[in-house]
């Protein structure tokens, strides 16, 4: 125990990276878990699963219920993309003993996972159409407003706890690894519903024990968070308005570019939003689910350990931006070899039939492949958005954690979104036909489309990502230089107060 306690209170940075450093390995695991049980959430709430889920249960009553579901995606994630930067606000404006952050990380989960398994719970028998419509958008709703009130507070938290670079990226990769794990048992879980005796013919089920298992992993998980975590930065009595939130955007040049690579994410995210359609049917069976989800998780490993390995190995000579745009050129690669090596077997394979063996193979294959780029572009980005935390403070004399990360979130909401409501749209306009248990043979169209939007698709959007990164003006140079000049600054500012 003795040992177990000593790593725990160790470092975990612990050469001379040119800047102070404090994190724990308590500290970061910690904040870790807090991540996974955001991990949880979003594979049962903002995933595949979730699209299926909306489309061939919960309104597979409707005429058309890709439709359906695209616009209630499209609306509500529009609704609380707009919700971010109002708890971007609330965040910057609390002043608490516990801190900022913190007492939000300590309530919010309660309501995430109450309205969690009523959304899983389904629609109440008898309930007429339009009730059921609105049932259905009122727990989405649900679902969005708690869970902003958690994400915002503990994306901000990672901003707080240590201004040092290398330490947040190595915090960002121990979370990457932990998000990973625990967040794919939930949904590893529906996938696995194909070979289960019981759940392959109870869906639904499957989708209501995710839930719950997610609902109290979360609670579990985000009060050790609450309980281990400190923050440090300093703050001024004021945060801007709604208004000036937005103003930052268009003031922060590489604020910008981040905010407008993600939006061309969007098509790289399509992918992932028809994932179980293109499983179901195009491959034409769902016990591929598997292997699909577990053979990403490399993509996390190779990402959490590797990159905050390499950013500590090169110290002030790591640059962020570069890092970014390598991975971009190495996911349009994969993209573009899967779609070149599996078109003629997924195109041209006899109607109905199950994917060949070498053909489900090569998909398994490149859907790591792909994972891996997506994965150390998505953990470096995180250190990306908390420099451009500290350009503004280095700019402006004012730190606020909320507002910037909620400018990201609310991209990030309007990625899901929006994502999710493209790829249910191309789903209804080539005529795709819901079905509840099963596999149901498609139109060439569908198949088409399924195969383009896991494909091509995403090698676009990369490719877009790249002209907004050849302006963001922060290098691991100039981002060095900046914290020390805050660190003189806030020691000058501490001096003055004494």
Request: proline share 4%; net charge positive.
């Amino acid at each position: 125990m003795s040992k177990i306690k000593e790593f725990l209170d160790s470092k975990t940075v612990k050469k001379d990276v040119g800047e102070e450093t404090y994190l724990t390995w308590r500290e970061t695991i910690s904040y870790a878990l807090g991540r996974g049980a955001q991990g949880m959430f979003t594979s049962m709430t903002g995933s595949k699963y979730l699209n299926y889920f909306l489309t061939n249960i919960l309104l597979s009553r409707f005429k058309n219920p890709m439709g359906l579901a695209s616009k209630i995606r499209l609306y509500c994630g529009i609704f609380d993309a707009i919700n971010d930067p109002m708890m971007g606000i609330i965040v910057d404006k609390t002043r608490t003993k516990e801190g900022q952050m913190r007492p939000y990380i300590r309530v919010s989960p309660w309501f995430i996972a109450a309205v969690m398994i009523l959304f899983f719970l389904g629609i109440p028998s008898g309930m007429p159409d339009w009730m059921c419509v609105a049932w259905t958008t009122l727990l989405f709703i649900g679902l969005d407003v708690t869970y902003t009130a958690f994400d915002i507070p503990m994306g901000a938290l990672a901003f707080a706890i240590t201004p040092n670079g290398t330490e947040r990226t190595k915090l960002y990769g121990v979370s990457s690894i932990v998000r990973s794990v625990s967040g794919v048992l939930p949904g590893l879980f529906v996938a696995c519903a194909g070979w289960l005796p019981y759940f392959n013919t109870h869906t639904a089920k499957a989708y209501l024990t995710g839930g719950i298992v997610s609902a109290i992993g979360i609670i579990l998980f985000t009060r050790i968070t609450y309980k281990n975590t400190t923050e440090r930065t300093v703050h001024h009595e004021d945060a801007p308005s709604v208004l000036e939130c937005f103003k930052l955007l268009f003031t922060n040049r590489p604020l910008l570019m981040l905010f407008i690579a993600n939006l061309f994410f969007i098509l790289v995210k399509v992918t992932n939003q028809i994932s179980f359609y293109f499983v179901a049917d195009l491959m034409f069976t769902t016990k591929y689910n598997v292997f699909i989800d577990v053979i990403t998780f490399p993509g996390f490993l190779i990402a959490g350990i590797g990159v905050p390995k390499l950013v500590e190995k090169l110290g002030q000579r790591s640059d962020p931006r570069k890092f970014y745009r390598v991975c971009c050129i190495c996911a349009i690669v994969f993209h573009v070899l899967f779609y070149a090596l599996c078109r003629d077997g997924y195109l041209n394979k006899p109607e109905g039939a199950v994917i060949s063996l070498p053909i489900g193979i090569l998909t398994v294959i490149f859907t790591g492949l792909t994972a891996i780029p997506l994965e150390c572009k998505n953990l470096m980005q995180k250190e990306m958005e908390a420099e451009t935390v500290d350009y503004v403070e280095w700019k402006t004399g004012t730190r606020v954690e909320g507002v910037m990360l909620s400018i990201m979130s609310f991209t990030g909401k309007i990625e899901n979104s929006v994502s999710s409501a493209i790829g249910l749209a191309i789903l209804s306009y080539t005529g795709y036909i819901a079905h509840n248990e099963g596999a149901l043979i498609q139109n060439a169209a569908t198949n088409k489309a399924l195969f383009f939007m896991t494909t091509l698709l995403p090698a676009i959007g990369y490719a877009l990502m790249l002209i907004p990164m050849a302006f963001y003006n922060i290098s691991g140079k100039s981002h060095h230089i900046m914290i020390e000049e805050l660190k003189e600054r806030h020691e000058k500012l501490s001096i003055d107060k004494d």
